[in-house]
């Protein structure tokens, strides 16, 4: 007999050695690949304290320091070379110096992540994968020692949830605010243990980097994780790029799903959510002229070239307001080197922005960019919870890069479509 | 050891608490007791005070939600948290807790139920059944997997136990 599947289940299905797989069973998985960053070195605590000594397939490991780089004081730079002499040990397939990007974009440009894998990495956004067509889920750090000392870990299999979009974005609207509107429809926990994937007429018409900020988010949502099942943008992204063999993977057209949320692109407007939830979205148009302190164009959710592109279009021949911090961070040093060729970095420098590092920046919370009291932050990163960016007396909004830039010109929160 | 109750005092916590609440990402690195000092900090200091003298945590929806640092579990544990119970709790939170001994379980009825800071319950890990006085609440069974490991300690002990189980099948 024929089981109709998920994408995710068919994933989970060959990860686990068996023909299908049900929602909600337990299975044993080996993953095809994992990765990590700074907090590596929990894990490499809980790989030595379960008295292990060596890395099972330490040849489908990678780790890239992205958290805190380069380091503020003496106990992380311990950490980060703790960090180095076990991959060095342990001959993991790569390693990526701070500044080479944040973990998620990395393994995505460098062809870590490919269609159809089950990749496990000790981050919530590790979702971000899905954007490939691979079933990207986050561990704790204690996991992933445990992954490293055993080769394997359980997982159950969750249920599926459909997305499945029509029709076409209108003029000065992203990826980022249809996400930002699935997440305010479904709530913090609204697909909480379950799979979402993407479908719909609409779907090939988004881009991996569009992708990756949809599956990046679906951690908004409490999903276990988020996917665009294989597709010719999938392929024609990874051909040539993938570090592994790989076998693209679509649900099957019976399969079943715990639920469906239809959306019309048409009628997404510019969306923000408003501090202190993600789920808090409403229209640009209705809140525009909150005051803002700082913004953000960063984060392994918008800073890729296409991200900076918008920015620096909005941004070009004018200035960042006077009592407005423009933080600049690009998701990697790759698409720091494409956006510095193509002119759109020195247009936002320019403009008066600040450049820093590629990595995670002000989205960890703990290291550059932090708030003051009373402070807003408008951000084109995931998180907006209290406290998320190290002052829990700050604020946070989040919002797409045109809406970014559009604000750090106004001073204020601003639908970029209304720049005169 | 395995489905052996749990029984203790708890503290309530609120909904929509994040991982970013329990603790700060800022005190990651720091030793477990000094994440027990900080533990729920950015709530009222009676919070903190609570949690580090009951053993079992009453929590609103999504507690723990968003980041999935393993550290507020950690902190958590070093505070001497035995349980949590309510939710419904987001995965990964989900996870480093059990990981780290400490047993979850999902049970949407007791929040709200009227319960208070310093009231007793009784857990059944293995049936999800909850006493608190002449009430029960039924939460989400736990699977055999979890209580193995939330017996064992941690997921450090289990995998202890587990590789000294794979060397001796391969010896």
Redesign the interface.
Known sequence: MRLAQTTAEKILARASGRDFVVPNEIVEVSPDFCYSHDYAVFAIDAFEQMGATSVVRPERNVICLDHGFPVNNARDANNHVRIREFVKKQEFLAFFEGGTGIAHQVMMERGFVVPGALVLASDSHTPSGGALGALAIGTGESELGFVWATGRTWLKVPPTIRVVMAGALTRGVAAKDVVLTIVKQLGVLGAGYKIIEYQGDAVSSFSVSERFTFCNMSAEVGAKSGIFPSDDVTEAFVNGRAQFPYMGVRSDPDANYAGEITLDLAQIEPMVALPGREDRGVAVSEAAGKKINQVFIGSCTNARVDDLAIAAGILRNRRVHPDVRLLVVPASRAVGIESARNGDLATLLEAGATLMPSGCAVCAGAHQGVLGDGEVCLSTSNRNMPGRMGNKNAEIMLCSPATAAASAVAGCLTDARTLD | MMGESIKGAITVVGE?V?A??VL???Y??LPPAEMAEHVLG?LPAEVNRGVRSRPIIVAG??FG???????P?RALRAAGIKAIVGG?F???FF??VV??GVLAIDCADIVGSGIANGDEIEINPATGGIRWNDRVFHGMPT?A?IQKIVASG???E???A???D?ARASS
């Open positions: 929509f994040s970013d609440i700060p990402a800022r990651s690195f950015e929806e999504a939600y968003g980041t999935g640092r393993e550290s579990a419904p987001a995965r990964m996870r480093n990981n780290n699977p997997i941690s997921l450090i289990y995998g202890r587990a590789l000294a794979m």
